[in-house]
């Protein structure tokens, strides 16, 4: 049983297209990721939300949008792709607790590639 | 400065090798600490949390510095199956704008050979 899943896997699409990816937890946790790796294999943070309420927001163009109907969904829309835009998007989830949070669990990664 | 900042390595080590991987963090109000495997093509994994009393996992030691804002790991008796990228990573705490952010260190390349 998958505790956070994410579809699709792979992602081929041309420029100025608009795609979707979704991701979906079972984990129970209050808070969602998405992480965008580069060709560089660096893992840096795009949004969060806690119990669907955005949290974090770096600087992302406004063509991302995230969306959460609930605390166990979190989904990506990409308007307008570019081929920068081509990496691997992770969805994850935490919780956080008083002193602490948990360990971060993450999806298997969509591949997105803009041709 | 880098948020989390690792020496990326790469580190390439015989099988049976001690070998040490260090990180520091800048941000003094980080509330959890955690080691992270990410192997070719796939997600990251927990490898550890780390402790400022210091922890184990079998061939696995990690340590925590909070006066120094420093993280090790320490791997002994490589195995061929221990080569991967591991990923010093920091959470934000409570409240605020970074509230339970994962800030990633830019990782730490090992290859164990035969």
């Known amino acids: 049983d998958t505790a956070v899943s994410q579809t699709p896997k792979y992602l081929v699409t041309q420029m100025g297209n608009d795609k979707s990816i979704k991701c979906e937890q079972n984990l129970g946790h209050d808070t969602m990721y998405w992480y965008k790796q580069d060709s560089k294999k660096f893992l840096k943070i795009m949004f969060s939300y806690n119990n669907k309420e955005l949290i974090i927001n770096e600087t992302v163009p406004n063509r991302f949008s995230p969306k959460s109907p609930d605390k166990a969904h979190l989904n990506l829309h990409i308007n307008s792709l570019e081929l920068g835009d081509s990496a691997v998007y992770f969805c994850a989830s935490s919780q956080g607790g008083v002193t602490r949070w948990t360990e971060a669990f993450f999806g298997q990664g969509t591949r997105l590639t803009v041709v | 400065r880098k948020e989390v900042e690792q020496d990326p390595g790469p580190f390439n080590v015989p099988e049976g090798a001690t070998v040490a991987f260090n990180c520091t963090y800048s941000?003094?109000?980080?509330?959890?600490f955690f080691w992270y495997r990410q192997d070719c093509r796939k997600e990251p994994k927990l490898l550890m949390s780390?402790?400022?009393s210091g922890n184990e996992d079998g061939r696995f030691t990690a340590q925590l510095n909070r006066a120094s804002q420093y993280i090790s790991l320490l791997i002994r008796d490589s195995k061929l199956s221990d080569s991967a990228t591991y990923l010093c990573v920091v959470t934000s705490g409570a409240g605020g704008t970074s509230y339970g952010k994962l800030t990633f260190g830019q990782g730490t390349i090992l290859t164990v050979h035969p």
């Open positions: 941000n003094s109000a980080s509330q959890s």
């Open positions: 780390v402790y400022s």
